[in-house]
Nanobody
Framework: QVQLVESGGGLVQAGGSLRLSCAAS????????MAWFRQAPGKDREFVAS????????DYADSVKGRFTISRDNAKNTVYLQMNSLEPEDTAAYYC??????????????????WGQGTQVTVSS
């Protein structure tokens, strides 16, 4: 079993950048497909990005393509989400997720078994 802890959230102005980190413990993150989801107040949790075990395959929600980049450092047991050109619509709690399923990436919540507690990102206009 793996435990996930997100960090790096905060308050930023529109157009700014943040980098979120997801630190894994208990088991090597290299065993898992990883993803980021987000949930804005009053809305359902939605997919943001996913990355394969090797990092060679990634997938993004259309709303973040070209602005966000997911990456991983298996040696550091950490997954990242670099967020550039942030918009007020990106305001949400961001969650890291992991799955041991076979495959490369998944863009739906039920695929992921392990979840972090989330980190808040607030983008002011």
């Amino acid at each position: 079993q793996v435990q996930l802890v997100e960090s790096g959230g905060g308050l930023v102005q529109a157009g700014g950048s943040l980098r979120l980190s997801c630190a894994a413990s208990g088991r090597s993150v290299s065993s898992y497909i990883m993803a980021w989801f987000r949930q804005a107040p009053g809305k359902d949790r939605e997919f943001v990005a996913s990355i394969s075990r090797s990092g060679g395959t990634t997938d993004y929600a259309d709303s973040v393509k070209g602005r966000f980049t997911i990456s991983r450092d298996n040696a550091k047991n950490t997954v990242y989400l670099q967020m550039n050109s942030l918009e007020p619509e990106d305001t949400a709690a961001y969650y890291c997720a992991a799955t041991g399923r076979g495959g490369f990436t998944f863009n739906y919540q039920k695929a992921y078994r392990y979840w972090g507690q989330g980190t808040q990102v607030t983008v002011s206009s």
